[in-house]
């Protein structure tokens, strides 16, 4: 997302002063310590989430590509939702305390799943929910429709909020413990750095003769950044939809695959957005620019930005063209009530995640870069 008009945040001219003010430096908090257990815990975890893959996949026992596809999502699914519920419990409070958002956890699924009853049980999102959550249909039948409907959307809505939880953690966990040496990399005389990935990263350009990189973070540590929240949500939701519309209107996976099935895998693939916005995002707040001899700074988090989009946008959609090829003889309805089904999906995904990320990581994430760049300056 672009320059918003009328920023809301402001810039502070010198940084040190800003953490001199507002961080103790010296302080280790409890997102420091959640960071340095992340990034100690995350290996292991990947390879606990690929043996749990691999049991489900024997499991359920379908060594077809769909089948396996399936087994993956599922398994990392699982595993990012108990990574969530750890890092729920060891992050810092949020900027919106419990008492006020806990309502609209409670009453927002509640009109969700009422919406859906309404709707019938043709409903491929219904469908989705009661073949994965409902927990009544053995115990009660078919008399519970109301309950189990509404017992699957609560069980999704959590299950959206621990992933998000345990997705951003990572993100945030590994850029807080390396970004800020990216950036003091970017210092270094040409002569004495042992590589040009910083400069491919931030897609600098080769004219530029970098002298320094300077901050000018926002401030906006004591309130909810209604801003940020929107842009995030939107990155996130467009993104969602471009790089996964390939398998949603996809003629061989709607052939093979149920639309149940087709929510599940995007549940998996809608955990790898986030580290295309969340980056570029918080190099922009702590607004992170190259002085050099040009007229003008240069933000680093437009080249960033640039550097992960590049080519998704591109391949994704002669994707699309190449499938739209085959729509004839397609059932249409199928394939737009699918493709609708998932947008609504990753716009629930995208609001929880945008969340999570603002109102309980974000403030912690920005200081902790610049406190982090600031200590190897001093260094």
């Not at 998996?268 to 980056?279: D, G, R, T």
Request: charged share 15%.
């Amino acid at each position: 997302m672009g320059e918003t008009p009328g920023r809301i945040t402001q810039k502070v001219p010198n940084p040190v002063t800003y953490l001199r003010t507002v961080i103790n430096l010296d302080e280790e908090t409890r997102h420091d310590k959640l960071d340095k257990l992340i990034v100690k815990v995350f290996p292991p975890f990947i390879f606990a989430s690929a043996i749990l893959v691999l049991v489900l996949v024997i499991y359920l026992g379908n060594y077809t590509f769909p089948g396996v596809v399936f087994g993956i999502c599922l398994g990392f699914t699982i595993g990012f939702t108990v990574l969530g519920v750890a890092c729920v419990v060891l992050s810092d409070k949020g900027v919106i305390i419990w008492k006020y958002f806990i309502p609209a956890l409670i009453f927002i699924p509640l009109l969700v799943a009422y919406i859906l009853y309404l709707a019938g049980p043709d409903i491929g999102f219904n469908a989705f929910i009661m073949k994965y959550f409902d927990i009544f249909d053995d115990l009660f039948g078919r008399n519970m429709d109301f309950l189990s409907l509404l017992i699957g959307v609560y069980s999704i809505t959590l299950m959206a909020f621990f992933v998000a939880h345990g997705v951003v953690s990572v993100i945030v966990g590994y850029f807080r413990s390396y970004l800020y040496r990216v950036l003091r990399a970017l210092e270094a005389p040409p002569e004495k750095r042992k590589n040009h990935i910083p400069e491919w990263l931030f897609q600098i350009p080769s004219i530029i003769d970098v002298k320094s990189v300077e901050l000018e973070p926002d401030i906006d540590d004591e309130r909810f950044n209604v801003e940020l929240f929107l842009n995030t949500f939107f990155s996130l939701f467009i993104l969602g939809i471009v790089i996964c519309s390939y398998i949603f209107i996809n003629p061989l996976f709607l052939r093979l695959l149920p639309f149940s099935e087709m929510l599940l895998i995007g549940m998996l693939l809608s955990l790898f957005i986030s580290p295309l916005v969340i980056p570029w995002s918080i190099v922009k707040s702590i607004g992170a620019k190259v002085t050099s001899d040009a007229p003008r700074d240069f933000y680093l988090w437009k080249g960033m930005r640039g550097r992960l989009y590049q080519g998704f946008f591109t391949i994704t959609f002669f994707m699309m063209l190449l499938t739209m090829s085959v729509y004839f003889g397609m059932d249409i309805s199928r394939v737009a009530a699918t493709y609708l089904g998932y947008i609504a999906f990753m716009g629930m995904m995208s609001l929880v995640t945008s969340f999570v990320y603002v109102n309980t990581y974000y403030k912690g994430f920005k200081n902790g870069i610049i406190k982090s760049y600031l200590r190897s300056k001093e260094q």
